[in-house]
Nanobody, 127 residues
Framework: QVQLVESGGGLVQAGDSLKLACAASGRTFSSNSMGWFRQAPGKERALVSVISWSGYSTYYVDSVKGRFTISRDNAKNTVYLQMNSLKPEDTAVYYC????????????????????WGQGTQVTVSS
């Protein structure tokens, strides 16, 4: 059974940092693109950041550029999201996603390109 399990969420104050981790089990995603999405209350799930299989290519939405860093450790089958200078508007459930369809491809921006999802981890930033 393939699973993506997120961890590292929590309640923090504005300006604080958190590091999310997403550990995959059941298969390796070392040759696949992975990403982080988030869903705030009353809003649709939205892209935060994605990373290519090698880690050399990354993408961030404008609202998190310069504050968030995505990385991966293929030996551990894990992807991370370092979040610094958190703001109340970063409050959301954060989901890890993996694209299993394309090996050694690029990065993908649409949630439709990702076929494995974690259960989500709550990040709450108080002002």
């Amino acid at each position: 059974q393939v699973q993506l399990v997120e961890s590292g969420g929590g309640l923090v104050q504005a300006g604080d940092s958190l590091k999310l981790a997403c550990a995959a089990s059941g298969r390796t995603f070392s040759s696949n693109s992975m990403g982080w999405f988030r869903q705030a209350p009353g809003k649709e799930r939205a892209l935060v950041s994605v990373i290519s299989w090698s880690g050399y290519s990354t993408y961030y939405v404008d609202s998190v550029k310069g504050r968030f860093t995505i990385s991966r450790d293929n030996a551990k089958n894990t992807v991370y999201l370092q979040m610094n200078s958190l703001k109340p508007e970063d409050t959301a459930v954060y989901y890890c996603a993996a694209n299993s369809r394309t090996k050694y491809g690029g990065i993908y921006y649409s949630s439709n390109e990702y076929d494995y999802w974690g259960q989500g981890t709550q990040v709450t930033v108080s002002s």
